[in-house]
């Protein structure tokens, strides 16, 4: 399993991080930053679906899909099953249930891939420290634009799974994340869509033993949300 190298015994141990891992582009980002850190030690990755349909809240990957990447990317997956659009006691029991054999193990803090959100960082926040475990956010601050930058330079690949019409085109959905689909999004749009504009899913890379392809099949909507629908190639 990929790991942080064990430090000297004169150094600071490293944290055992669970990183919230939705299979897209920020998620990715943050396990770089994670990893190449000496402080922190990532052990497994935490993934949220919609229970029944086993999809990704929001980005509408199929689990499946979730499954073939983390193996691509040699780490342990924690499955969290919430029912659609849950309330908040809701999601934090589910949390706290897939969270809780994690933490038995030894995993002290949950990272997530948020870039400047206050409202989002202190939720995360407050939860982790009522489970007893710190929050760690390896990419809070980093210019979204320099983030988009890094992910497409270093060679990533990702298609765009899901859009949010009221803040983008419906036909986004499915476009593969690259130069072109970034000068072609409005100026008014985070480049990192950390504002839900859009969602992605990373399928290749320099961390991945292997690709993991996709073929983009039709497009379906729910409410405001357009989804392109991803099946493995």
């Keep these: 399993m990929n790991a942080a190298t064990t430090p000297p015994d004169d ?22 930053a994670l990893t190449e850190a000496p402080s922190y030690t990532v052990e497994a990755l935490l993934t949220t679906v919609v229970e029944d349909e086993e999809t990704v809240t929001m980005h509408g990957t ?11 990317l040699d780490y342990p997956l924690q499955v969290m099953r919430v029912p659609p659009s849950p309330r908040n006691p809701t999601y934090e029991a589910a949390l706290e249930r897939a969270l809780d054999p994690l933490r ?20 995360r926040e407050s939860v982790f420290r009522q489970l007893g475990m710190d929050a760690v956010f390896p ?64 399928t290749d890379g320099p961390r991945f033993r292997e690709a993991v392809p996709v073929t983009v099949g039709r497009r379906t909507t729910d409410g405001r949300m357009a989804y392109a629908q991803l099946q493995p190639a």
């Design 11 to 32: 150094a600071e141990p490293s944290t055992s991080v669970v990183l919230m891992w939705s299979g897209g582009k920020d998620a990715l980002l943050a396990l770089g």
């Design 62 to 72: 199929p689990l499946a899909l979730i499954r073939r990447q983390a193996e691509a």
């Design 104 to 123: 038995t193990a030894g995993a002290e803090a949950v990272a997530a891939g948020d870039l400047y959100l206050d409202d989002v960082r202190t939720y």
């Design 139 to 202: 990419l809070w601050g980093d210019p979204p634009a320099r983030l988009a930058d890094r992910f497409v330079t270093q060679g990533y690949r990702a298609v765009v799974t899901s859009v949010d019409t009221t803040q983008l085109e419906a036909g986004f959905a499915g476009r593969t994340y690259d130069e072109a689909f970034l000068a072609d999004v409005p100026g008014d749009i985070d480049p990192c869509g950390e504002k839900g504009a859009f969602h992605t899913f990373v």
